[in-house]
């Protein structure tokens, strides 16, 4: 079936450090691929996505690449903020379904 | 900017009981969808809902569950008979096209039943 397994948390980081979060999916179609992060408080927000592979979703400094030889689906950013404290999901949706399949999320925390 | 809002945020009650989470879509969208996340664990589907019917569902939407858009704007899911494994945060999204296109999430009611 399809599914999604993200890198368990939480993870603590203090500004300006490299993020890396894990995920990887096993998917029965093409799939597209989604990062989502909620802030507290706040609903899921799309962050970025990539709809065939080798594209990158970037967007606020965050970069995904989609890697289907590694069936992969990593969030990474160069240099975090306090501000980027939250938890983030990986979502993939299989072309010819509806249907959104998220990992665990992943906690956040970036400390001054 | 549109978005998507659910209500109440948090909603307890007691096990047996019947509850209703409310959810008003982005109002030009025309697919639906409720999702749950029980604590520590992932968000797992649980209907979509297109042209005033149910498009899928999942193992977990049983018959204790049900869904309705009662008017224009709003979208509910009814628990019909809580149980204690209900308890969870739900989630309402909604998109404007079919595909693999992103859904716009509410930021969820936390459901807690006793």
Redesign the interface.
Known sequence: GDSVTQMEGPVTLSEEAFLTINCTYTATGYPSLFWYVQYPGEGLQLLLKATKADDKGSNKGFEATYRKETTSFHLEKGSVQVSDSAVYFCALSVNTGNQFYFGTGTSLTVIP | EP??T?TPSHQVTQMGQEVILRCVPISNHL?F?W?R?IL??????LV?FYNNEI??K?EIFDDQFSVERPDGSNFTLKIRSTKLEDSAMY?C?SRGE???Y???????TRLTVT
């Not at chain 2, 992103?102 to 930021?107: D, R, S, V």
């Open positions: 978005e998507v659910q697919y969808y999702y996340q520590g664990q992932k968000v797992e589907f979509s498009s899928e999942s989630f999204a079919p595909g693999p992103e859904q716009y999430f509410g930021p969820g």
